[in-house]
Nanobody, 128 residues
Framework: QVQLVESGGGLVQAGGSLRLSCAAS???????????MGWFRQAPGKEREFVAA????????YYADSVKGRFAISRDNAKNTIYLQMNSLKPEDTAVYYC??????????????????WGQGTQVTVSS
């Protein structure tokens, strides 16, 4: 079973930057690098929404239109860690950000239902 722990959230002014990290540990025989990884976010009273994802191999990335050009997802398989670099932050980016992992399924890399394991989230607050 994969365990995920997010870090790097905090309070930042609009236009600023943050980098989120997600450290993963695999309690099964499966290797971390066999999983696709994603970031989702959830604001109070809102549904959890897709932010970004990186494929199992790490050669493909996916972004929500709302963050494209501002956020960048990356993975370091040697460190069992993924990152979300967030630049040009806006107040509407305020949310709890969740790291997620998935076994490849051929579908669902951009929806919560496509993921098998979730972290507990880290708060990102962007002030105007």
């Amino acid at each position: 079973q994969v365990q995920l722990v997010e870090s790097g959230g905090g309070l930042v002014q609009a236009g600023g930057s943050l980098r989120l990290s997600c450290a993963a540990s695999d309690r099964t025989f499966s290797s971390y690098d066999t999983y696709g990884m994603g970031w989702f976010r959830q604001a109070p009273g809102k549904e959890r929404e897709f932010v970004a994802a990186v494929s199992q191999v790490g050669t493909s990335t996916y972004y929500a239109d709302s963050v494209k050009g501002r956020f960048a997802i990356s993975r370091d398989n040697a460190k069992n860690t993924i990152y979300l670099q967030m630049n040009s932050l806006k107040p509407e980016d305020t949310a709890v950000y969740y790291c997620a992992a998935r076994r490849p399924k051929g579908w669902g890399i951009m929806v919560p239902q496509g993921y098998d394991y979730w972290g507990q989230g880290t708060q990102v607050t962007v002030s105007s």
